[in-house]
């Protein structure tokens, strides 16, 4: 059951379950989608990339554990707890972001990314980013969104600074990843910041 509170919930829960997950275009030809089983092959060949491996510890051991992932991703979004996209261009998977720790009382959530080395370089990352904190933050209805990352990965603060999200500090020796413990940046992009392009974030009319 769940608890009273003093102040109406950011999202009413059954906002989000009551549609499908939905899939968002980016520029640049992007369009990031629910994963499909037929994802599985692509998905555990990119925790073989030595750069995924070594930011992201947690990791699939066979295309099978990834299909369960994917179930798992499916069941989040009916809960409400997360939403898994695959970033692909053309229908190839060029990497994946995320939504998860969703917290629809306060509307916040958090934001996670990788991509594939071949389409490295060349602004995927941001842009799927931009798609999805500003769907998360005018359709979605949510008021902040965060993300984290290691003070050594520049390519992911890069990433982050683009689409908008505002340094907010470091918290120290808060992750563990393959070579120990690492402080981390806090990034968070919060409704009304605006757009990368300075246009204002907020719900979507129309």
Known sequence: MRAILSTPPAIPAGTLAAGPQPALPAPGGLLLRPWEPTDAAVFLAAYQDPEIRHWHTRQPAS?????????????????????????????????????????????????????????????????????????????????????????????????????????EGTKRSDAVHSDGRHDMHLHARVRGDGQPGGVPAGPATG
């Open 63 to 167: 295309e099978d554990q990834v299909r369960d992932w994917f179930e798992q991703y499916r069941q989040a979004w009916q809960q409400e707890t997360g939403g898994s996209w695959a970033v692909t261009r053309g229908g190839v998977v060029l990497g994946r972001i995320a939504l998860g720790s969703m917290n629809l009382d306060d509307g916040v959530a958090g934001c996670a990314y990788w991509v594939l080395p071949a389409a490295r370089g060349a602004g995927v990352a941001a842009r799927a980013l931009t798609a999805v904190s500003n769907w998360a933050l005018g359709e979605g209805r949510f008021h902040r969104l965060y993300l984290d990352h290691s003070t050594r990965n520049f390519a992911s603060c890069r990433v982050a600074v683009k689409a908008g999200f505002v340094l």
